[in-house]
């Protein structure tokens, strides 16, 4: 019995004694975190007052993590092309937009993928069923991939309702936006 | 096997408290220091102005050389600082560690290459050497070469590069090889990068970047977006949705074609950090060009060139409008502080529209005079100037003459001219007044007219204090109509005694608003009154009181 209520009581004892561990534990990081506690101590580096915010900011961020050495900050990842059981290419998501500037119809758009290569097409549906397909070439951008702009005068394309879709296709990817309708 | 049991369950509950602990700590640092800087002005058709992204004149080199430097003091060529890791240095740490390259390590305000034959500053000493250009001769060239401002070249590359080179004082060679994005696109396994080797090195990036910015302004039809309405994503993520953005200018629209999102408010809000279907590319581009030059768009500011005689424009739709006075400034909102200096050469390409008066409306209800001694004194009011008849013109308006601004000839000027203001008659209601010449009349206001007191006992019948009587200008006088004259105020006279001043006037007793005459001395003293406070009134105010009855014997 006796040697029981000892060791209940070095149990009490031992969490308390964990618990104002734990407590110093999270001050003593708190501390080493606010004062740059994996930063370089040499008080040459610390930034000049003269730089600005965000330079000060992002150099404490390399200091602290070296690793950032291998990313850009806030990057616009492009979307993951996706595989499927249809085609042996891979999907990449595309956008698409018309406009009418004269007695010229625009179709405009592109994947939102840095892709290389390849080249788009517009498949259009006239108000008799009637169909055009207009081929473009690729435009390359750092985040995306552009179809260079589709241009049809007006004297193309019969009085009513169209429809069209663009499309992507390369040796390994491809896409097709969705469905667009324009006037004429 | 109990004590080692026990000791593993409180090696575990140490290790989770501990945990707990330096979490919460963490979460608290974490919370203390997310300083949130929300960006509240981005407009997303005007991200920045063409005149600012296509003015390559706005640095020459050595201005570019000393950005970098300040940007950062401190390059550790050598890894030779303490890393914070181990007690290794930042040298150390990278081999040992990391197992990335030994030094140099040459800054970006130290950087050197070779476009002919590619060599850095990584293989030949860290530093400057012959053949070489530094980065900030290298974002020069591209500047001028492809007619881009080299600081949108430079906030493209603290937004592209990886670290950003713009803050790194150890990088590394890998750094500069994709750094301005270009032909290093994230699509490999897992946003990898996937680069084309031909277009590596930071002379090639910084000439490229340059170029493809510059193609976008040349091909404005070729693209995706074009200049007016667009629907612009969210996000990289098409569920997020669009935005309907106006394309105003070039510069946006290849923003836009650079990296085809717009930022949503959560973006916006959470600068620097990050939001839910968020975009940053061009959020961070404003910020960042904020950050470091200033301003995005002239539009709406006054700018000046340092020449001392320079004239103060504001630039209103890429117009700018010369101030025509120091007051037409301040007229508008703006001061001193205000007003941004830019290059003669960037001066001279904005083309100058009509002067820009004052702006009426920021003196409404204020008084103006010039400084000449002949000024009139003005009340601004409707987009007017009225001048003050007179000074009792001005006073009776309760003006203070001390609020009065003395401003330019120019000032006055630009402001049309109202109708005269007069006395304002209201003011004197209820006041006696007379004219500055000897020979006035006493005259009540009342009615907006003024009545003149037909004798001095009318004034004195009404009560009115001979001290309180306003002296006015005649031409004051002459604004305010006349009435009907003001005659003896008789309830005054009520029950007192009184006779003319002509010999031989008989006594009378006001009595009901009438004179009752008494029919003799002995009537009169038989009703005890006191002969010496019989008052003495003209012929003309006896006059003015009906006769009454007489009054006989009591």
């Given amino acids: ?184 | 096997m109990k004590y080692h049991s026990l000791s593993r369950n409180i090696s575990i509950l140490l290790a989770f408290i501990i945990s707990v602990g330096f979490l919460s700590a963490l979460f608290i640092y974490n919370s203390d220091r997310a300083h949130a800087a929300p960006i509240t002005d981005f407009n997303a058709g005007n991200i920045i102005d063409d005149r600012i992204f296509y003015n390559k004149n706005s640095m020459n080199v050595q201005q570019i050389q000393t950005f970098l430097d300040s940007l950062i003091p401190n390059c550790d060529v050598w890894g030779t600082q303490a890393s914070g890791y181990g007690g290794l240095t930042n040298a150390q740490y990278a081999q040992q560690v990391k197992g990335w390259p030994g030094p140099p390590y040459p800054c970006l305000n130290k950087y050197h290459e070779n476009p002919n034959n590619n060599e850095t500053s990584y293989e030949k000493g860290g530093g400057a050497f012959s053949g070489g250009i530094s980065a900030a001769q290298i974002i020069y060239n591209a500047a001028q070469t492809y007619n881009i401002n080299p600081q949108v070249l430079l906030v493209m590359l603290k937004k592209e590069s990886l670290g950003p080179l713009t803050a790194d004082n150890w990088p590394l060679k890998n750094q500069y090889k994709y750094s301005m994005g270009y032909a290093c696109p994230d699509s490999g396994p897992n946003y990898s990068a996937n680069c084309d080797t031909s277009k590596a090195g930071f002379y090639k990036q910084m000439m490229l970047a340059a170029w493809q910015l510059n193609y976008y302004k040349e091909h404005p039809n070729d693209y995706r977006y074009h200049l007016g309405w667009n629907d612009i994503q969210y996000s990289t993520d098409p569920g997020c949705g669009t935005k309907r953005v106006y394309i105003e200018n070039m510069a946006t629209l290849s923003l836009y074609i650079y990296t085809p999102y717009t930022p949503n408010n959560g973006a916006l809000a959470a600068y620097p950090g990050t939001a839910s279907c968020g975009a940053y590319g061009n959020r961070n581009f404003f910020a960042y060009f904020r950050e470091w030059f200033g301003i995005t768009s002239y539009n709406g500011k006054p700018i000046k060139t340092s020449s001392s005689s320079s004239g103060v424009f504001l630039v209103e739709n890429g117009i700018k409008r010369p101030f025509n006075s120091v007051e037409a400034l301040y007229s508008h909102g703006y001061s001193w502080p205000d007003v941004i200096t830019i290059s003669e050469s960037l001066m001279t390409e904005i083309p100058t529209g009509a002067p820009l008066g004052i702006n009426v409306a920021a003196y409404a209800g204020k008084l103006l005079k010039t400084s000449s001694p002949s000024s009139g004194v003005f009340l601004i009011e409707n987009g007017t100037k009225r001048p003050f008849n007179s000074a009792d013109a001005l006073n009776s308006y309760g003006y203070d003459w001390s609020k009065i601004l003395t401003v330019s000839e120019a000032v006055l000027v630009d402001i049309p001219l109202g109708s005269p203001l007069g006395i304002n008659i209201a003011s004197f209601s209820g006041k006696t007044i007379k004219s500055n010449s000897p020979s006035s009349g006493v005259f009540l206001v009342e009615n907006s007219t003024k009545r003149p007191f037909s004798s001095a006992e009318a004034l004195n019948s009404h009560r009115y204090s001979w001290a309180n009587i306003q002296t006015l200008s005649e031409a004051a006088m002459a604004e305010i109509p006349t009435g009907s004259p003001l005659g003896i105020n008789i309830p005054a006279y009520a029950g007192k005694l009184i006779k003319s001043n002509l010999p031989g006037s008989g006594i009378f007793i006001v009595e009901n608003n009438t004179k009752r005459p008494f029919e003799s001395a002995a009537a009169l003293n038989s009703y005890g009154y006191d002969w010496s406070k019989i008052l003495t009134l003209s012929e003309a105010i006896l006059a003015e009181i009906p006769l009454g009855s007489s009054l006989g014997m009591k």
């Avoid at chain 1, 840095?114 to 473009?136: E, F, M, N, T």
């Avoid at chain 1, 552009?146 to 896409?175: Q, R, V």
């Fill in chain 1, 1 to 184: 019995m006796r040697i029981q209520r000892s060791s209940k009581r070095n149990k009490i004892v031992l969490i308390a004694a964990l618990l104002l561990l734990a407590s110093a534990g999270a001050v003593a990081a708190y501390f080493y975190y606010s004062t740059d506690g994996f930063k370089n101590s040499d008080a040459s580096n610390v930034a000049s007052s003269d730089r600005f915010k965000s330079d000060n900011e992002q150099s404490k961020e390399l200091q602290d993590n070296p690793d950032n050495k291998d990313s850009a900050p806030n990057t616009d990842h492009p979307a993951t092309p996706t595989t499927t059981t249809e085609s042996s290419k891979k999907q990449v998501q595309m956008i698409a937009s018309t406009d009418q500037s004269g007695n010229t119809v625009f179709i405009r758009g592109g994947v939102n993928y840095p892709v290389s290569g390849g080249s788009c097409y517009a498949q259009l549906s006239g108000p008799s069923g009637q169909s055009i397909r207009k081929d473009s070439s690729v435009l390359s951008n750092p985040a995306s991939t552009d179809c260079k702009t589709i241009s049809i005068p007006m004297s193309e394309l019969a009085s009513g309702k169209w429809k069209f879709t663009l499309h992507y296709t390369s040796n390994d990817y491809e896409g097709a936006s969705n469905e667009i309708s324009f006037a004429v």
